[in-house]
């Protein structure tokens, strides 16, 4: 702490970035509590109606609960690919003698594609008609039995619109995962190694231990990441077939600006923000407490 | 102590601003009479807008960029500012969050929705009728094509720009191939379906990702069956799904999926990869509209099959209460004027716009939605062209209403996702039927008080 | 786990790598198979977006007749050609570059600001400020999307370059602040002692040594948000209503045309034409690009 701060100097430096915050970020989340308890549709007056949205949304609303449903598969998909996809190539990467820094960019490169262009992009890789890229793997392998219009399946279009954001984002993840992978000492994995561990001893008894405190964070990351994820399945299938790919965060835009019920799609944003909390307090509890062991 | 009033001056801020909102949205901010027509006041001209959906180089822009030019010649300082959104979802939006924000600009595309109405009733929109009987214009217009832009109720809010008529389009070569005739009735289509899947064919092109080309075939049977008061009674309520003319209409449906009759994963094809499918010879029929006449009755079409392309109208039904020649024949979505922004330049604009427009929309070989011009056949034109155009002058008084612009969107949204489903075999037809009706009892009634 | 680790390591000064030759051929074949999985991995990851590249450059009737995954038969730039008369790409890119940047200046020079503030200059409820930041780093942006619009409604924002910029900075603000204030704990206290014994009251200090020594997490904080800020859909796609304001994810969304007809080859044209700026950025400062988000990440 500076000696000779005051308290307006203090002032004078936290109020703008304050500021900026509450307006974008504080207020409108007081407001979506606000809005959540009223029925409105931008045109008309807005009339209180208490607790009857949340009613409606906990109770009544099965498209909410598929929604729900699809969001923590969506999140799933998305970790697995980015965090044991990250993991896996950086762990990779250690054992690579030359190139490493063409991985690490060519990598990271599907993170700087808009989502609108990856949207349209994998439209075609999953199309059936005309037969898109993995269809034709497949046909190529021999597979082609398998063929499939994999965005109109209910059954894989879960899988189908978490695929792009998981592997948009994977080099982003290994990176960082690799920076903290190369700063575990080379001779505790030396040791370990000539103890006699095997590589995945090694890897799980020191690596991974060592790396934890990235982990968390990582994770913290890549799930509030995944829980806002809303641009590629809009895009891609807005949600269909059916709600099949519907995540909370499209349902309640849809509510929101196509349905134009603002009052609604509040009480969603309502359990959303919830729901991310919620998230986080749980990798904390898991990852903290398997660090206590 | 510094940080709680800190936190006190935020919360008393939130307040603050969620009292405007309460207070300030929503009222009707002291729009001009919509049936005032002729405003007082000079005509002074400057910039005015017009937030539209239509294709960038399609007729309707081409034509009315013409016209701004030459009125701007008279009247200098004018000019006309077109913004387009065509992709329909995203102009939707786009236009209902201008309205909440109350900055619509002095002209505006809308369908006859549940939510236009609301605006028409708050006097935001121009009474068209009176607009168009004052410009002395009313009786040009085609009837059906005044009707398609009508709320229920029978008013008018919008003017049309084009006259559409949607087909059927086939290829010849392929129903031979399958042996299939042309169907006569909506229950003809599952057979000729499945014929022609049993002869390798994909019977039917459909864009299922932009989901209004099949909520067209839920709303086909109950208009034969029922008539196009059908849709207005169900968006209310007042009707069921689960009533004969409901029950008998996803049955239909149900059949459709059950015979294969569009491609296979047709829920993620796009509007370009339909078309592809038919003009490529690979589907037997499509199901689009006289605004596709310039890829499908011109010499843009491949030679190969260039030939083999007719049309029907759509089939009627065992004792239908509509006729053959009554079907879908949109003036698409129409145009409303701003109230609170008319004034004597918007009028005046208007009055020279509208008289000069269907010649100059003609010229492009478009059907124009009056009947006082012809239009003009482009030289590369098949037969089909002529023909397409010529059956404008026998439609009948009924139109089907594409049921897009008549739910309340959230029914309509529900429809669009729980059709996929029902085509796919998802879910049984009773389980739609119950779904939708559950979904609209609860959504239209409101929507519609 | 400790005494576990403490054997090992001493096991490891006793025995210094000996390396034997016999072992080298193995090592050689394991390296070599990770080298093959690592560039099946890449292909896997790269070869989507050289597809797009190709498909930009095909005819039209070579990709919807024939085999859009071959390589096109003949190369032509037409598709360029219509992608920039359909669109506004030149006029989508200076409304990303102008968020962009502005977005990126507001969240640098304020997230200096607060961390200053939380760290060297502190507070009594300095925890409690940080718990809030905490917050906008957890809860999902879509939250604020309907309250802004009403808000910007009213304010007569809405349609406005600060409309999308406002949200994005916000929400960018917490990890700024944290990124910061990370790197501020390690700026040793002697040296502000000194400064204020100097005479140097704290915006002296803020301007004469915070500043200056901050260029290195300017330039993380920089391009770890350029990345999500270049390519936001949401805010713009709400907050922007015409299409002068429109930034790069909504001029491609603008190829999508009514009833949803889609010119393929244009608009992959014009998809390769949008990514080109931040690639070749990327390219280019590659090295100062993979470090700084790494370390941002792990420090954030």
């Known amino acids: 702490m500076l000696p000779q701060r005051s308290r307006l100097s203090v002032l004078i430096f936290l109020i703008p970035p304050l500021a900026l915050y509450g307006i974008a970020v504080l207020l409108p989340i007081f407001q979506s509590l606000f809005l959540s308890f009223f029925d409105w549709d931008g045109i008309s007056p807005m009339t209180f109606v208490g607790a009857e949205n949340y009613i409606t949304m906990l109770t009544g609303d099965t498209v909410f609960w598929k929604a729900f449903g699809n969001t923590l598969g969506y999140v799933a998909i998305c970790l697995v690919l980015q965090l044991g996809g990250a993991l896996i190539v950086a762990s990779l990467l250690t054992l690579l003698r030359r190139g490493r820094e063409v991985v690490k960019t060519l990598y990271l490169l599907p993170a700087v594609i808009s989502t609108v262009a990856i949207a349209f992009l994998f439209q075609r890789v999953y199309s059936l008609d005309p037969v898109g890229l993995i269809n034709q793997v497949l046909a190529f392998i021999g597979l082609g039995n398998v063929q499939h219009a994999w965005l109109s399946d209910v059954s894989t279009v879960l899988a189908a619109v978490s695929i792009p954001e998981g592997w948009r984002f994977t080099g982003l993840y290994m990176l960082i995962i690799y920076a903290a992978l190369l700063a575990v000492p080379a001779e505790l994995e030396e040791a370990a190694k000539i103890d006699g561990a095997s590589w995945w001893q090694t890897f799980w008894r020191i690596r991974f231990p060592y790396i934890r405190p990235v982990w968390i964070t990582t994770t913290v990351l890549a799930t509030t990441n995944a829980l806002r994820g809303f641009d590629i399945p809009y895009l891609l299938t807005n949600g269909g077939p059916g709600q099949s790919s519907e995540l909370l965060t499209t349902y309640m835009y849809k509510t929101a600006f196509t349905s134009t019920n603002y009052g609604y799609a509040s009480a969603i944003s309502v359990f959303v923000v919830i729901e991310c909390l919620v998230a986080v307090g749980i990798i904390f509890l898991i990852l903290r407490r398997k660090a206590d062991a | ?449 | ?300």
């Open chain 3, 1 to 300: 786990m400790s005494t576990l680790s403490l054997h090992r390591a001493t096991s490891a000064s006793a025995t210094e790598r000996p390396q034997p030759t016999s072992r080298r051929p193995k090592r050689n074949l394991q390296s070599r198979i990770t080298g093959i999985i690592v560039a099946a991995i890449v292909i896997v990851q790269v070869y989507p977006l050289a597809w797009l590249f190709i498909t930009s450059v095909r005819t039209e009737q070579d990709f919807a007749g024939g085999n859009p995954f071959a390589f096109p038969t003949q190369i032509t730039f037409d598709n360029y050609a219509r992608a920039f008369a359909n669109g506004n790409l030149g006029l989508n890119i200076l409304n990303s570059l102008i968020v962009t940047v502005g977005a990126i200046v507001v969240i640098v020079f304020l997230g200096m600001m607060g961390a200053y503030a939380l760290q060297v200059l502190g507070f009594r409820f300095s925890k409690f400020v940080r718990g809030l930041f905490l917050i906008g780093i957890i809860v999902p942006v879509q939250v604020a999307l309907v309250p802004l619009f009403v808000d910007y409604a009213q304010a007569g924002l809405l349609n406005t370059y600060q409309s999308i910029i406002i949200p994005l900075a916000g929400f960018a603000l917490p990890t700024s602040v944290y990124l910061f204030s990370s790197f501020y704990e390690y700026i040793p206290s002697e040296i502000y002692e000194a400064a204020s014994l100097d005479g140097a009251g704290p915006y002296r200090i803020f301007g004469q040594i915070t500043l200056p020594l901050s260029v290195n997490t300017m330039v993380t904080v920089a391009m770890v948000n350029s990345i999500f800020i270049w390519n936001d859909f949401i805010f713009a796609n709400t907050f922007v209503l015409t299409d002068g304001l429109k930034t790069i994810p909504l001029g491609l969304q603008n190829y999508i045309g009514a009833m949803g007809k889609v010119d393929w080859t244009a608009t992959f044209a014009a998809v390769c034409v949008s990514i080109t700026p931040l690639l070749l950025v990327f390219l280019i400062l590659n090295r100062a690009m993979t470090y700084s988000l790494a370390s941002g990440a792990t420090k954030g």
């Open chain 2, 1 to 449: 102590m510094k940080h709680r009033k800190l936190f006190a001056a935020a919360a008393t801020t939130a307040a603050l601003a969620l009292l405007l909102t309460g207070c300030g949205a929503g009222g009707s901010s002291g729009s001009a009479d919509p049936t005032n027509i002729h405003p007082t006041g000079d005509i002074k001209p400057r910039e005015i807008s017009w937030l539209l959906s239509r294709p960038a180089d399609g007729g309707v822009i081409t034509a009315m960029k013409q016209i701004a030019d030459e009125y701007a010649k008279d009247h200098p300082g004018f000019s006309l500012n077109l913004i387009s959104t065509p992709d329909r979802p995203s102009y939707i939006q786009k236009y209902e969050t201008l309205a909440a924000a109350n900055q619509l600009p002095e002209l505006f595309d809308t369908d006859a929705t549940p939510f236009a109405q609301k605006l028409a009733k708050q006097g935001k929109m121009m009474d068209a009728t009176a607009l168009l009987k004052d410009l002395g214009v009313y009786d040009d217009y085609r009837p059906a094509a005044l009707n398609y832009q009508r709320f229920d109720d029978g008013s008018l809010y919008m003017v049309p720009f084009e006259f559409q008529l949607e087909f059927f389009w086939y290829n010849k070569a392929l129903f031979q191939q399958a042996g299939v005739q042309i169907p006569t009735s909506l229950d003809d289509i599952p057979a000729m379906c499945t014929k022609l899947r049993a002869a390798g064919i994909t019977p039917i092109a459909l864009d299922g990702q932009d989901q209004w080309p099949l909520e067209r075939y839920m709303s086909y049977y109950p208009f034969r069956t029922a008539g196009p008061d059908y849709i207005q009674s169900l968006k209310k309520g007042d009707a069921k799904l689960s009533d004969s003319t409901g029950t008998a209409a996803v049955n239909w449906l149900s059949t459709l999926g059950t015979a294969g009759c569009f491609q296979d994963g047709f829920s993620s094809t796009g509007y370009s990869d339909a078309q592809a499918s038919f003009t490529s010879g690979k589907a037997a029929v499509y199901n689009i509209g006289t605004w596709e006449l310039g890829s499908l009755a011109t010499d843009k079409l491949d030679p190969a099959i260039r030939d083999n392309i007719d049309y029907f109208t759509l089939p009627v039904t065992k004792g239908s209460v509509t006729d053959a020649n009554e079907y879908v024949s949109p003036s698409g979505i129409g145009m409303a004027v701003n109230s609170k922004t008319y004034d004597p330049l918007v009028r005046d604009f208007l009055s020279f716009a509208l008289k000069r427009y269907p010649a100059v929309y003609a010229a492009t070989g478009a059907l124009s939605p009056t009947t006082n011009v012809s239009t003009t056949i482009p030289a590369n034109a098949t037969p089909l062209y002529q023909r397409a155009v010529d059956q404008a002058n026998t439609v009948g008084d009924k139109t089907a209403m594409p049921w897009d612009t008549q739910l309340d969107p959230t029914s309509n949204t529900r429809l669009q996702q729980e059709l996929t489903l029902l085509l796919q075999g998802e879910t049984k037809p009773d389980e739609f039927i119950s779904t939708m009706d559950g979904v609209i009892g609860e959504n239209g009634p409101k929507a519609f008080k």
